[in-house]
């Protein structure tokens, strides 16, 4: 059995910037979260980028599965990342910075749906524009071959089926602790929840989704 | 069949991502930032960056500047206001100052002053002067003015003597006038008794040395202590000079009565602590009453010399006693 990275999205970060030296790139690499984030409030931009490095992939992430709209994601990915430099300097070392950064882009995603909440039910019928129908699209590009890309694709769309069915509190459940790499604690402090509340939310999720794959192979 | 141990060890699993389900979910195709968005988002860090640094560099050289005189302007101006109040005060006292200092109310005339004083009534302050004049007293006096206070009653009230002589009652209230009014009234009183007491002490007996006991310091105290009056509240001795015949020696009692506590405090402080000095020359003269007896009685013994001799006497400490109209016509007509 192939050992697997507990957290995914560490798996696939992006290259480090050809520009940043190779020196203070492995300097930066060295620090936690925290303290890159105290040298960026100094002014250090590097820290920011090695920040960037980290996170903005799970972020992303986050974002595109919990935003009812897939022209949002990007914005709301945006607008975190800026919102973090404009709370810089008041930024204290309490929880962890995931935590602290994955707050603002939820915040964010709520501050939209309450804006846009009539406009979102009138389009609840048509998911041609969902994030989720993106990813459908994703997936039909990165098959293969045709008999594998078949397969996949029915899995595939089976399994965001089975997420897009899920309530929202599992789903971000779900999508943190899978895609984002997120342990139950931090969970717990970005939802305002308890950690068994969690722990629940999950395993409902988990039963759930099962249960949809189990019928969907049945009905094949 | 699923047991719940089973499901226990197969959400473990799926938190560890160690089951079929967790798998599946690994190798579903996931959303990615652009390029694009990767490189606007760290340009727009950078150039946050780069405008906090920049700020930052404009602060440092604000303080830079005001540290070498860049910005002057605000503390002067932070510092004109207090300055003008300043120079404005000063200005002020250096002028009141000027104004009193010229006043004729030296100690050396205070040692003129005739003899009469011993029976000169203390004027009645206005009602509404002893508190501030209490409060200057003090201020004057350094918040000694104890001791000082009998040597300064004396004084005052050998200048004020011939004034209330002329004044017909004291006014209890206080002027309607201003205090630069009050001021000029009281010079002017001032050089009138000046020059009467002068010549009488010229022509008829030598000053009183009523300053001798009287330290200089004290005498100091004394004019800081009757500017402080004056400017306080208006004396008695303002009153209206036409009504001068009246008898102010027999208001004295309501003078005294209408007196204010501090007032009558001083009052028994002088009287407590007279020189010696003073109660000699006080002897030494006779109550006008018992004078003009004297004369009635120098005239019943022929002698009209000695009588016209003590008469001009009489008038010059008596000059506004109100003798009686055939009595000074007889006395005036004596032969030389």
């Known amino acids: 059995m192939t050992e697997r990275c507990l957290y995914p999205q560490h798996d696939a970060l992006p290259e480090q910037s050809p520009a940043k030296p190779a020196r203070l790139r492995g300097m930066h ?73 994955y707050q603002i882009a939820r915040n964010r995603l709520i501050d939209l749906l309450r804006q846009h909440q009539s406009l979102l039910a009138s389009e609840l019928g ?18 293969d071959t045709p008999e594998t890309a078949l397969a996949e694709k029915q899995r595939a769309a089976q399994l965001q089926a089975a997420i897009g069915t899920l309530p929202a509190e599992q789903r971000e459940a779900l999508v943190l602790q899978q895609f984002s790499g997120m342990s139950l604690e931090e969970i717990a402090v970005l939802t305002g929840a308890a950690q068994e509340t969690v722990k629940s939310r999950l395993r409902y999720a988990m039963q759930k989704l099962r249960a949809a794959l189990t019928y969907e192979g049945e009905q094949a | ?156 009230a050998a200048r004020q003597a011939p004034q209330l002589a002329r004044a017909p009652a004291p006014k209890t209230g206080p002027e309607s006038s201003g205090g630069h009014d009050v001021a000029r009234k009281v010079q002017q009183a001032e050089a009138d008794k000046h ?48 009504a001068a015949g009246a008898n102010s020696i027999h208001t004295e009692p309501a003078k005294a009565a209408a007196a204010p506590p501090a007032e009558a405090r001083l009052r028994a402080l002088s009287t407590t602590a007279k020189p010696a000095a003073r109660q000699a020359s006080a002897a030494e003269v006779p109550t006008a009453e018992e004078w003009l007896k004297q004369i009635d009685a120098l005239l019943h013994d022929n002698q009209p010399q000695k009588a016209r001799e003590e008469w001009q006497r009489f008038k010059q400490h008596y000059p506004d006693y109100p003798v009686d109209e055939a009595q000074r016509k007889r006395l005036d007509a004596l032969p030389q």
Not at chain 2, 31 to 58: E, F, H, M, R, T
Not at chain 2, 80 to 88: F, I, K, R, Y
Not at chain 2, 197 to 208: H, I, K, L, N, Q
């Open chain 2, 195 to 242: 020059d009467k007491t002068e010549v009488a002490a010229a022509a008829v007996e030598p000053p009183v040395q009523l300053a001798a006991p009287v330290a200089p310091a004290a005498e100091q105290q004394a004019v800081g202590e009757l500017k402080a009056r004056r400017d306080a509240a208006p004396a008695p001795v303002l009153a209206d000079r036409a």
């Open chain 1, 126 to 143: 048509g998911a041609e524009d969902s994030p989720h129908a993106a990813l459908e699209r994703l997936g039909e590009a990165s098959a």
């Open chain 2, 1 to 156: 069949m699923s047991q719940p141990g089973d499901d226990d060890r197969d959400f473990a699993a799926f938190l560890a991502g160690d089951d079929e389900l967790s798998a599946m979910l690994q190798q579903l195709p996931q959303p990615a930032p652009s390029a694009a968005l990767d490189q606007a988002i760290l340009a727009q860090a950078a150039a946050a960056v780069a405008g906090k640094a920049a700020n930052d560099n404009a602060a440092v050289q604000a303080a830079n500047d005001e540290q070498a005189g860049g910005v002057q302007p605000y503390r002067r101006s932070r510092w004109a206001a207090p300055l003008g109040v300043a120079a404005s005060l000063l200005l002020t006292v250096g002028v009141a100052w000027h104004w009193m200092g010229g006043k004729p109310e030296a100690p050396v005339i205070l040692a003129q002053e005739p003899v009469a004083e011993a029976q000169a009534p203390v004027p009645a302050a206005a009602p509404a002067a002893p508190a501030a004049a209490d409060a200057l007293k003090e201020s004057a006096t350094g918040g000694n003015a104890a001791a000082p206070q009998p040597v300064r009653k004396q004084q005052e």
């Open chain 1, 29 to 101: 690499a060295e620090l936690s979260d925290e303290s890159l984030m105290q040298r960026y409030q100094h002014g250090d931009v590097a820290a920011f980028g090695e920040l960037y490095r980290r996170h903005s992939h799970g972020l992303y992430r986050f974002i595109a599965w919990q935003s009812p709209r897939a022209d949002w994601v990007d914005e709301v990915a945006q607008d975190s990342w800026a919102s973090l430099h404009k709370a810089a300097e008041r930024y204290e070392v309490q929880a962890s910075f995931r935590t602290y950064l």
